[in-house]
């Protein structure tokens, strides 16, 4: 039994490519559609070559909508911090820019509140070497969608990231 369309939650995550990202939170069971884009930056309508320039602010993350009957918000975190390095600053891998940023974009205070608490768990937890965790925790703004060939790229092109 799951939640009705008007009880979904929407999630954003920034964890490097996100390729990847989308990837991972397309397999969480209760997830019920993801999209890749932009948020946090300046420019309006901004297109990955705008992106990519590390001149708008923005960082690609994933919008996730899911169903909070089905999935909770604490267990999309723990997948967020699994499937990439929170310790590295503007980075991931071989992938470098603001754009490619560790960010938590809530959409109520209660997002707030357990990414918050979540954070601070995971830096003590030692799984990053007791590392200070880069991750920045910010209220959401416009998502802006990606192109089209960067939806389930992976789903349409296989691969994965060198993260």
């Not at 909508?65 to 975190?77: N, T």
Request: net charge neutral; hydrophobic share 30%; charged share 25%.
């Amino acid at each position: 039994m799951g939640g009705t369309e008007e009880s979904y939650k929407t999630a954003t995550f920034g964890a490097g490519c996100f390729w990847g990202v989308e990837a991972a939170f397309r397999n969480v069971s209760g997830v019920i559609t993801t999209a890749v884009g932009y948020m946090g930056g300046s420019l309006k309508n901004p297109t990955y070559r705008d992106v990519c320039t590390g001149q708008t602010g923005h960082a690609e993350v994933v919008q996730v909508v899911y169903d909070p009957v089905k999935v909770s918000y604490e267990h999309l975190l723990d997948v967020f911090w699994s499937i990439h390095d929170p310790t590295q600053l503007n980075r991931q891998g071989p992938d470098i820019g603001t754009n490619y940023r560790s960010v938590i974009f809530y959409h109520d205070a209660e997002q707030a509140r357990l990414a918050r608490k979540s954070k601070e768990k995971i830096e003590v937890s030692g799984v990053f070497g007791f590392r200070k965790v880069m991750t920045e925790i910010t209220p959401a703004t416009e998502f802006y969608r990606a192109e089209e060939y960067h939806q389930r790229y992976y789903e349409k092109h296989g691969g994965s990231c060198r993260i």
